[in-house]
């Protein structure tokens, strides 16, 4: 059971926009940054989005993140075969000093 | 550019020790916080283990808490978890990735490709 909680899969037809949600608490995305990562198949994760809002340089204005409270929410617009891949949204949380993530959400593009 | 390159998996049967260690480069290693996380079969990603820039602070996952070392040497510009007890639960792929900054509470920017544990017997 995953601390930080998001859907298990979504899905999306070329060029749809699809949301994918992150839910935690007081101690980990209410009270620090929420982080978004991207698997590919068969690679290692990459970041996606940091504090909150932020992209990396190189990742598409195609993705972009959002945080409310103890929410937190991934949006990709214009979706591309190439973004089928899992995305995990982790957070700093006060109460365990330490990490956690969020189970992952497997994202395929129909 | 940044390189973090981990070795040291294997298989190893339930209550051995293992030891794994992830070479840094294309950074100034000694500034920067350096984590430890884990992706069972088919799984999700767990985080194990935190060491800020001059290991003052380290942290760990209750799950290896008291079975797990991390440690640094920036002499060496290297990273390492000493995993001993290990348990069939322990099996993963071992991930090397760096904070952004000196302190752990900040996100990974940087991971490596990883290592594959295997406790079995």
């Known amino acids: 059971q995953s601390v930080l909680t998001q859907p298990p899969s979504a899905s999306g037809t070329p060029g749809q926009r699809v949301t994918i949600s992150c839910s935690g608490s007081?101690?980990?995305?209410?009270?620090?940054?929420l982080n978004w990562y991207q698997q590919l198949p068969g690679t290692a994760p990459k970041l996606l989005i940091f504090?909150?809002?932020q992209r990396p340089s190189g990742v598409p204005d195609r993705f972009s993140g959002s945080k409310s409270g103890t929410s937190a929410s991934l949006a990709i617009s214009g979706l591309q075969s190439e973004d089928e891949a899992d995305y995990y949204c982790a957070a700093w949380d006060d109460s365990l000093n330490g990490w956690v993530f969020g189970g992952g959400t497997k994202l395929t593009v129909l | 550019e940044v390189q973090l390159v981990e070795s040291g998996g294997g298989l190893v049967k339930p209550g051995g020790s293992l030891r794994l260690s992830c070479a840094a480069s294309g950074f100034t290693f000694n500034s920067y916080s350096m984590n430890w996380v884990r992706q069972a079969p088919g799984k999700g990603l767990e985080w194990v283990s935190s060491?800020?820039?001059?290991?003052?602070?380290?942290y760990y996952a209750d799950s290896v808490k008291g079975r797990f070392t991390i440690s640094r040497d920036n002499a060496k510009n290297s990273l390492y978890l000493q995993m001993n007890s290990l348990r069939a639960e322990d099996t993963a792929v071992y991930y090397c990735a760096r904070s952004h900054g000196w302190t752990p509470s900040n996100y990974f920017d940087y991971w490596g490709q990883g290592t594959l544990v295997t406790v079995s017997s």
């Open positions: 504090s909150n809002n």
């Open positions: 060491i800020s820039s001059s290991s003052s602070y380290i």
């Open positions: 007081s101690s980990n995305i209410e009270s620090n940054t």
